[in-house]
Nanobody, 123 residues
Framework: QVQLVESGGGLVQPGGSLRLSCAASGSIFAINTMGWYRQAPGKQRELVAAVTSGGTANYADSVKGRFTISTNNAKNTVYLQMNSLKPEDTAVYYC?????????????????WGQGTQVTVSA
């Protein structure tokens, strides 16, 4: 019911920057939170950053001061600006959104995930 399409991953050298984007579409009534998670090979998926509809953001300690999450609420889009990238940031990055959809008179909660985008930090 809600689709998330990510873009912006790729290969970058240590110290470089990338910007990820994720656009949500579908029968969206409201989005309460949007965020980014990542999963490196052999590791569990972990929260990178998330932001509420009110603008409150939280970050993993490992990315504080280097990554910035932002949104364009009118476009149901979330961004992740990643600076000073390190090899340990290498992972598949997944967009997540949670909120409510409305189809005709029925409203219900949703949580959706994007397909993932690869970020590789290597010299």
């Amino acid at each position: 019911q809600v689709q998330l399409v990510e873009s912006g991953g790729g290969l970058v050298q240590p110290g470089g920057s990338l910007r990820l984007s994720c656009a949500a579409s579908g029968s969206i009534f409201a989005i309460n939170t949007m965020g980014w998670y990542r999963q490196a090979p052999g590791k569990q998926r972990e929260l990178v950053a998330a932001v509420t509809s009110g603008g409150t953001a939280n970050y993993a300690d490992s990315v504080k001061g280097r990554f910035t999450i932002s949104t364009n609420n009118a476009k149901n889009t979330v961004y992740l600006q990643m600076n000073s990238l390190k090899p340990e940031d290498t992972a598949v990055y997944y967009c997540n959104a949670a909120g409510a959809v409305q189809i005709l008179a029925i409203r219900k909660d949703f949580t959706s995930w994007g397909q993932g985008t690869q970020v590789t930090v290597s010299a």
